[in-house]
């Protein structure tokens, strides 16, 4: 798949802003780690759609290495769908409404 066949759910997109901005209010170079490590994360669901275990829903999660966060996706025909930026420890499943 490719950038194109990649849909960011507006609340994730949300999710991915606020989470930087209270990153770069501690440190900005916490907030460019973060940024770069979803960017890295992405291109590694861009290349192997099935790496990870199905979830709710046929979703897909994918954990930030040094954050505490996740990518939860999942995929249809044409795309990939990304719905939340989740935090691993704050309202477990509360993005199942994306779906």
Not at 40 to 47: D, P, R, S, T
Not at 69 to 98: K, N, Q
């Amino acid at each position: 798949m490719t950038l194109q066949n990649l849909y960011l759910h507006p609340a994730a997109l949300e999710e991915a802003e606020e989470t930087a901005r209270w990153y770069r209010q501690r440190s900005p170079r916490a907030a460019a780690r973060f940024v770069d490590e979803l960017i890295l994360v992405i291109e590694k669901i861009l290349e192997s759609l099935h790496r990870w275990p199905r979830g709710v829903g046929g979703t897909r999660k994918v954990k930030l290495p040094f954050f505490p966060f996740s990518i939860v996706y999942f995929e249809t025909e044409s795309e990939i769908r990304i719905l939340a930026i989740a935090h691993g420890r704050r309202r477990p499943g509360y993005w199942r409404d994306r779906l």
